[in-house]
């Protein structure tokens, strides 16, 4: 492509080519015979017309290929606003009912004055506030090995729970 110069300026669409910073030129004839071709049928010659035919079935199949992708997203989205809509529901009647429950709210004050003489605590005697938090009273120490052979009186978790449930 040619660089052309229209009234001392050049004129040209940046188009990126890979790596290089190149500018490449389209030029008004160019574009107003594509638009026209595309727009205008009776200027179209025969030879092009009847190469678009045959690529008018594969055209249309990918525009029903895409519509459709669009209408399943679309479904997708919403069915997930749906389920989210009903799980922030869930979560507002709960809110709802802890505005209003009074034992609710006597256990969240208590909790809150805990925090808060735990916290001024930690703060008058300088230290962290998680060494006040309660300890692990014991621990215990677990090797896996791996068996050769996996002994006969061994229960699998499944019989067990089934045993223990009944």
């Not at 802890?98 to 034992?103: G, H, M, T």
């Amino acid at each position: 492509m040619r660089e052309a110069q229209i009234h001392g300026w050049r004129r040209y669409i940046p188009i990126s080519a890979g790596d290089t910073n190149k500018k490449y030129l389209v030029e008004f004839p160019d574009v107003m015979r594509i638009i026209l071709y595309w727009r205008k049928p009776n200027m179209v010659p025969d030879l092009v017309k009847a190469t678009r035919k045959k690529r008018l079935e594969e055209t249309t199949i990918t525009a029903y290929a895409l519509i459709m992708t669009d209408v399943f997203k679309r479904a997708m989205a919403v069915k997930k606003r749906d389920n989210v809509k009903k799980q922030l529901q869930m979560l507002t009647d709960f809110r709802n009912w802890e505005r209003e429950d009074p034992y609710r709210l006597r256990r969240k004050e208590y909790t809150m004055q805990q925090r808060q003489k735990t916290k001024n605590k930690a703060d008058s005697e300088r230290k962290k506030l998680l060494s006040y938090y309660t300890e692990d009273t014991q621990r215990c120490m677990i090797d896996f090995d791996l068996l050769e052979v996996v002994p006969e009186d061994m229960i699998s978790h499944h019989e067990l729970t089934k045993k223990l449930a009944k």
